[in-house]
């Protein structure tokens, strides 16, 4: 059984950088796709930033393309989202996900965490 757990959200003012992580309960880690998604106050839940399994090929939003960061400590069984340069458009919850595919849409993961608040205020 998989278990995904996030932390590290916060309430920021714009420009400011915060750093998410997300730990992984269960086996085979390096094994599984990781992303973030987020979901805000209008939107369903978007599609943020993917690592494949060895952490050599990473994919973003357009929206976030610049001033994300995803990675992955496969000893340590995390995953991180640095985010730089924060917008209010980035205010949302933020889920971090794993699965077998490598892809942008929800149903490419198989496993969610319960999410992290993140505000970002002008």
């Known amino acids: 059984q998989v278990q995904l757990v996030e932390s590290g959200g916060g309430a920021v003012q714009a420009g400011a950088s915060l750093t998410l992580s997300c730990v992984f309960s269960g086996r085979s880690f390096n094994s599984y796709f990781m992303a973030w998604f987020r979901q805000g106050p209008v939107l369903g839940r978007q599609f943020v930033a993917t690592?494949?399994?060895?952490?050599?090929?990473?994919y973003y939003a357009d929206s976030v393309k610049g001033r994300f960061t995803i990675s992955r400590d496969d000893a340590k069984k995390m995953v991180y989202l640095q985010m730089d340069n924060l917008k209010p458009g980035d205010t949302g919850v933020y889920f971090c996900?794993?699965?077998?595919?490598?892809?942008?849409?929800?149903?490419?993961?198989?496993?969610w965490g319960q999410g992290t608040q993140v505000t970002v205020s002008s």
């Open positions: 996900a794993a699965g077998t595919s490598f892809g942008r849409r929800n149903g490419d993961y198989e496993y």
């Open positions: 690592i494949s399994w060895t952490g050599g090929s990473t």
